[in-house]
T-cell receptor
């Protein structure tokens, strides 16, 4: 158990819909990262937050947004969903650099 | 340009064989960290090792060993006497001091250990 909690674990929805994925980092970790892993693909970095502020942005679509709340949990919002958005979405947290990333179990999104 | 290259997409070995997974990285920083993660078929990502740029000592942990060579910008991972449970996708990653907490992942190497 990494200490990072992601909900929901599985989600099935239709094209055009909007979903929210939630992440609770390990106790004490200020950084939260979101990654997307499509079938047979590597880890695509989406976005990073540090103590409530956006720190870095990767290949995140405009239809996607995220935030980190004062209690340090984070949410990734995916809207106008397309079939290609079906993927495993990982949240990870990290203590101050150069701590390693601790990953949650992922949220598997299926868009039909 | 890719900061972390894992040229081996898929590897298959027979149980008990040794296998080395290659990782080549690119950075201009003098202070950086390298990582290996394992993703078994169940999907979770498991941290294996972290190594800083100032420590070129090889590391051994049971059947796992890591060879860090700054001269060739490589951080290779060897599994000795492989087992079926080693079947997974393995990711190498780099984190640079100047990039703060950003992590750059390779595309992963899928290892299949055949019984």
């Amino acid at each position: 158990d990494s200490g990072v909690t992601q909900t929901p674990k599985h989600l099935i929805t239709a094209t055009g819909q909007r979903v929210t994925l939630r992440c609770s980092p390990r106790s004490g970790d200020l950084s939260v990262y979101w990654y997307q892993q499509s079938l047979d693909q590597g880890l695509q970095f989406l976005i990073q937050y540090y103590n409530g502020e956006e720190r870095a942005k990767g290949n995140i679509l405009e239809r996607f947004s995220a935030q980190q709340f004062p209690d340090l949990h984070s949410e990734l919002n995916l809207s106008s969903l397309e079939l290609g958005d079906s993927a495993l979405y990982f949240c990870a947290s990290s203590p101050r650099w150069p701590g390693e990333l601790f990953f949650g179990e992922g949220s598997r999104l299926t868009v039909l | 340009a890719q900061k972390v290259t894992q040229a081996q997409t898929e590897i298959s070995v027979v149980e008990k064989e040794d296998v080395t997974l290659d990782c080549v990285y690119e950075t201009r920083d003098t202070t950086y960290y390298l990582f290996w993660y394992k993703q078994p078929p169940s999907g979770e990502l498991v941290f294996l090792i972290r190594r800083n740029s100032f420590d070129e000592q090889n590391e051994i942990s049971g059947r796992y060993s890591w060879n860090f060579q700054k001269s060739t910008s490589s951080f290779n991972f060897t599994i000795t006497a492989s087992q079926v449970v080693d079947s997974a996708v393995y990711f190498c990653a780099l984190s640079e001091e100047t990039a703060g907490n950003q992590f750059y992942f390779g595309t992963g190497t899928s290892l299949t250990v055949i019984p």
